[in-house]
């Protein structure tokens, strides 16, 4: 139901603008908002209730005479609901900002056309229990983002990020392909869940695991591959930017729910865990060192992005690595797992409102240079406190959500090896640097004369904005109760591979 | 498929296809031999899919009226059906961005039309 309202609604949307704007927007909204209620029922169902698979066409998962499910399924779990919160919330926002900002623009059908598919395909990523469907979903999500990506045609610099969202996401989709493809040939099957409970862990899922590695590497723009990131970023609108961001995350999803469920104890833990580590090391460190030089504010914001998720995959891949010891996952590997996750959703909600905030700028100044900038505190002051906001969280400052999931992780990482936690640290003070640079830059000091004329923006780009910083802010103020019902159950699902597999394959006799 | 060197012919083919793709891919600037890379890389891939099917001697996997005798596995040909139609629309958005950045820059040479590095 979830994955098809948005893809019903993709359809339709462009029949409804033929009749009027206001009913397409009314229309894209109220099936957006019916779609984040839903998640919110199933949410609530899953975590008094365990995790829901649903067969699509048929009632039993495994049909009457087959020891292998041959259906196509949905499996939903928290760590899953989790992640379809995140885009729920994201997604309905950027609509609501993208009402006023591309109001200059052109093909408004398509735009929402494009943008319900890709909330369709990203859904689709974090729900399914089947390899192919992660494939399909995974390029519907690309498509349509590096359409949107490059949605403004009229600018020389929008088809050239486009295309190389498009390129990047072609080859790791065809990467992802292809270890599919491997693990047909081993087994026949291609449910997550079954592939799970077969798992050999021979050289070819070895093979395997090193491509859907490399393959979602490059999605998430970790570093060695991270050079698309910031070109894609700073072109597209910034409420889709916000929307890729979440895109990139449901890759980061499907990283972990094939290193954690699909291979699990099985995998050779501390090396795939350190590999993991490292990657996320590099994005921090070079992710901010690169954030430093830039005078583009969007790219700026956008390399401090590879930070971020740096931050996020060594929760995770701390986590990873001594997932098959019982002891230390107790006393830190489940903490770090859980820092992990609640850094995924305060990623989302910051640097999305950090881009929603340079989106507005260039919306009213027409570039994004930080060298032209100036004054701009004067002139759009609610603006500009919502980017002071989400430049403190990021770097982890104490009120804000920022720090509650950044103290997760060093805590824990800390215990693992000490020396990774004191890294963490000083990549956050540079953040605050990164920040304090473009903030000063771009807010502070007289009012420039050429931008007098500069007025706040309008309401329903505010109301977006408005609504992360809240969700910000009570992130900030009350990281218990976020930890206890949603990162807890999150990481107890990835850890707990074997509820996973009975989900699919009943309890094994 | 112990000894049996016929039937390996088609994982070299796609071994090779997979190789020449990414050296098409790493190492072209034109922007439309690089698409041509990518498409090159699907193929090889959907070989590779379909190869994984076959049994020797089989036929093709159609229920009514089906001859007596072992079929090939009819699932990587769904697979490979539904990835010939996303590669379709992968490749159609490709070559229309690299359309429109020709009119843009008025080249298709990647080192020329990528003004925005680092």
């Given at each position: 139901?979830?994955?098809?309202?948005?893809?019903?609604?993709?359809?339709?949307?462009?029949?409804?603008?033929?009749?009027?704007?206001?009913?397409?927007?009314?229309?894209?909204?109220?099936?957006?908002?019916?779609?984040?209620?839903?998640?919110?029922?199933?949410?609530?169902?899953?975590?008094?209730?365990?995790?829901?698979?649903?067969?699509?066409?048929?009632?039993?998962?495994?049909?009457?005479?087959?020891?292998?499910?041959?259906?196509?399924?949905?499996?939903?779990?928290?760590?899953?609901?989790?992640?379809?919160?995140?885009?729920?919330?994201?997604?309905?926002?950027?609509?609501?900002?993208?009402?006023?900002?591309?109001?200059?623009?052109?093909?408004?059908?398509?735009?929402?056309?494009?943008?319900?598919?890709?909330?369709?395909?990203?859904?689709?990523?974090?729900?399914?229990?089947?390899?192919?469907?992660?494939?399909?979903?995974?390029?519907?999500?690309?498509?349509?983002?590096?359409?949107?990506?490059?949605?403004?045609?009229?600018?020389?610099?929008?088809?050239?990020?486009?295309?190389?969202?498009?390129?990047?996401?072609?080859?790791?989709?065809?990467?992802?392909?292809?270890?599919?493809?491997?693990?047909?040939?081993?087994?026949?099957?291609?449910?997550?869940?079954?592939?799970?409970?077969?798992?050999?862990?021979?050289?070819?899922?070895?093979?395997?695991?090193?491509?859907?590695?490399?393959?979602?590497?490059?999605?998430?723009?970790?570093?060695?591959?991270?050079?698309?990131?910031?070109?894609?970023?700073?072109?597209?609108?910034?409420?889709?930017?916000?929307?890729?961001?979440?895109?990139?995350?449901?890759?980061?999803?499907?990283?972990?729910?094939?290193?954690?469920?699909?291979?699990?104890?099985?995998?050779?833990?501390?090396?795939?865990?350190?590999?993991?580590?490292?990657?996320?090391?590099?994005?921090?460190?070079?992710?901010?060192?690169?954030?430093?030089?830039?005078?583009?504010?969007?790219?700026?914001?956008?390399?401090?992005?590879?930070?971020?998720?740096?931050?996020?995959?060594?929760?995770?891949?701390?986590?990873?690595?001594?997932?098959?010891?019982?002891?230390?996952?107790?006393?830190?590997?489940?903490?770090?797992?859980?820092?992990?996750?609640?850094?995924?959703?305060?990623?989302?909600?910051?640097?999305?409102?950090?881009?929603?905030?340079?989106?507005?700028?260039?919306?009213?100044?027409?570039?994004?240079?930080?060298?032209?900038?100036?004054?701009?505190?004067?002139?759009?002051?609610?603006?500009?406190?919502?980017?002071?906001?989400?430049?403190?969280?990021?770097?982890?400052?104490?009120?804000?959500?920022?720090?509650?999931?950044?103290?997760?992780?060093?805590?824990?990482?800390?215990?693992?090896?000490?020396?990774?936690?004191?890294?963490?640290?000083?990549?956050?003070?540079?953040?605050?640097?990164?920040?304090?640079?473009?903030?000063?830059?771009?807010?502070?000091?007289?009012?420039?004369?050429?931008?007098?004329?500069?007025?706040?923006?309008?309401?329903?780009?505010?109301?977006?904005?408005?609504?992360?910083?809240?969700?910000?802010?009570?992130?900030?103020?009350?990281?218990?109760?976020?930890?206890?019902?949603?990162?807890?159950?999150?990481?107890?699902?990835?850890?707990?591979?074997?509820?996973?597999?009975?989900?699919?394959?009943?309890?094994?006799? | 498929m112990?000894?049996n060197?016929p039937f390996?012919?088609?994982?070299?083919?796609?071994?090779?296809?997979?190789?020449?793709?990414?050296?098409?891919?790493?190492?072209?600037?034109?922007?439309?031999?690089?698409?041509?890379?990518?498409?090159?890389?699907?193929?090889?891939?959907?070989?590779?899919?379909i190869?994984l099917g076959y049994r020797e001697g089989g036929v093709a996997p159609i229920y009514t009226h089906a001859p007596q005798g072992i079929m090939v596995l009819p699932v990587p040909q769904?697979?490979?059906?539904?990835?010939?139609?996303?590669?379709?629309?992968?490749?159609?958005?490709?070559?229309?961005?690299?359309?429109?950045?020709?009119?843009?820059?008025?080249?298709?040479?990647?080192?020329?039309?990528?003004?925005?590095?680092?």
């Amino acid at each position: 139901m979830i994955i098809a309202i948005p893809l019903l609604a993709a359809f339709l949307t462009p029949l409804i603008g033929r009749i009027s704007g206001k009913a397409r927007n009314t229309f894209v909204i109220t099936s957006l908002a019916f779609v984040g209620f839903l998640v919110i029922i199933l949410a609530r169902d899953i975590f008094l209730n365990g995790l829901h698979v649903y067969t699509l066409g048929a009632t039993e998962p495994i049909p009457a005479g087959y020891m292998v499910p041959i259906r196509i399924m949905l499996e939903v779990d928290s760590l899953s609901i989790f992640m379809g919160i995140i885009t729920a919330t994201i997604s309905l926002i950027a609509v609501i900002y993208s009402f006023s900002f591309m109001k200059g623009e052109t093909g408004h059908n398509r735009f929402y056309t494009l943008l319900l598919l890709l909330v369709a395909g990203m859904f689709g990523m974090e729900f399914t229990g089947d390899m192919f469907n992660l494939f399909v979903f995974l390029e519907i999500a690309s498509i349509s983002g590096a359409a949107l990506v490059a949605f403004r045609i009229r600018f020389a610099d929008s088809p050239e990020g486009g295309f190389k969202y498009i390129v990047i996401s072609a080859i790791s989709a065809l990467m992802v392909l292809f270890a599919i493809g491997l693990f047909y040939a081993q087994y026949n099957l291609l449910n997550i869940g079954a592939l799970a409970q077969a798992m050999q862990y021979t050289m070819l899922d070895k093979m395997a695991l090193a491509i859907l590695i490399a393959a979602f590497a490059i999605k998430l723009g970790t570093v060695p591959m991270h050079m698309w990131l910031p070109d894609t970023y700073s072109v597209a609108p910034a409420s889709i930017t916000a929307m890729l961001l979440v895109a990139s995350q449901a890759s980061m999803y499907a990283l972990f729910r094939i290193c954690f469920t699909l291979y699990g104890v099985t995998l050779n833990l501390a090396t795939v865990g350190w590999i993991v580590i490292v990657l996320g090391l590099l994005s921090m460190f070079i992710g901010v060192t690169m954030a430093i030089r830039q005078t583009d504010l969007k790219r700026l914001i956008a390399y401090n992005c590879v930070c971020e998720s740096g931050f996020i995959l060594l929760g995770l891949g701390v986590g990873l690595a001594v997932l098959g010891n019982p002891g230390a996952l107790a006393t830190y590997g489940t903490m770090a797992i859980s820092g992990g996750i609640f850094h995924m959703i305060n990623h989302a909600l910051f640097e999305g409102l950090l881009f929603l905030v340079a989106g507005a700028i260039f919306y009213r100044i027409g570039t994004r240079n930080l060298n032209e900038m100036g004054g701009l505190g004067h002139l759009m002051k609610f603006t500009s406190i919502l980017f002071l906001l989400g430049a403190l969280a990021s770097s982890g400052i104490p009120p804000f959500n920022g720090f509650a999931s950044k103290i997760l992780i060093y805590e824990s990482v800390y215990q693992f090896n000490p020396i990774l936690a004191i890294i963490g640290i000083l990549v956050s003070i540079l953040t605050l640097a990164v920040f304090m640079k473009a903030f000063f830059s771009a807010f502070t000091g007289p009012v420039l004369p050429k931008y007098k004329a500069v007025r706040e923006v309008p309401k329903s780009m505010m109301i977006g904005m408005a609504t992360l910083a809240v969700i910000i802010v009570l992130f900030g103020l009350f990281p218990g109760l976020v930890r206890e019902w949603l990162t807890d159950p999150a990481a107890n699902a990835l850890i707990n591979q074997g509820a996973y597999i009975e989900g699919i394959m009943g309890v094994v006799p | 498929m112990t000894g049996n060197i016929p039937f390996n012919i088609p994982f070299v083919a796609v071994a090779a296809l997979i190789s020449i793709a990414m050296y098409i891919i790493i190492s072209q600037r034109n922007l439309i031999k690089i698409v041509m890379g990518i498409s090159i890389l699907a193929a090889g891939i959907n070989l590779f899919l379909i190869t994984l099917g076959y049994r020797e001697g089989g036929v093709a996997p159609i229920y009514t009226h089906a001859p007596q005798g072992i079929m090939v596995l009819p699932v990587p040909q769904a697979l490979t059906l539904t990835s010939i139609v996303i590669a379709v629309a992968t490749l159609a958005l490709m070559l229309s961005l690299v359309i429109s950045i020709y009119r843009h820059t008025g080249s298709i040479d990647s080192e020329e039309s990528r003004k925005m590095k680092g």
